[in-house]
């Protein structure tokens, strides 16, 4: 018969890829100081598409893969540095087939200010 633990040590194989001794479990508190980013913006970065997936550690404890961590912010950094410089190409100068943009509406004269009594 199948004991519990053999079932959680056969899932836990099947699942996890094989990984280095050298690679650990980093907590939230890690993934903010390694974006410098708030709490609430970690986890929205956790919830991101192309983000590690967690691993539970209990219902309410979650941890990531270092390098998995690690390989997203690097793929980030890649993808901002191909980014900036396709934006340093484009021009800056208005389209001059666009008329400028104007102010329209009623103009008001500014209240008067109550003196101090």
């Not at 270092?66 to 340093?88: I, M």
């Amino acid at each position: 018969m199948n004991r519990p633990e053999d079932l959680a040590t056969s899932r836990l194989d099947k699942a996890a890829p094989t990984r280095s001794a050298s690679d650990e479990l980093i907590s939230i508190a890690d993934i903010r100081g390694l974006f410098k980013l708030g709490r609430t913006a970690a986890y929205e970065l956790t919830h991101r598409p192309g983000f590690p997936g967690h691993v539970e550690i209990s219902p309410r404890c979650y941890r990531w893969w270092a390098s998995e961590v690690y390989e997203f912010a690097a793929t980030l950094r890649r993808e901002r540095a191909q980014g900036s410089t396709q934006r340093a190409r484009k021009s800056r100068l208005p389209d001059p087939a666009v008329p400028p943009r104007r102010i329209t509406g009623k103009v008001r004269a500014a209240r008067a200010r109550k003196k101090a009594s």
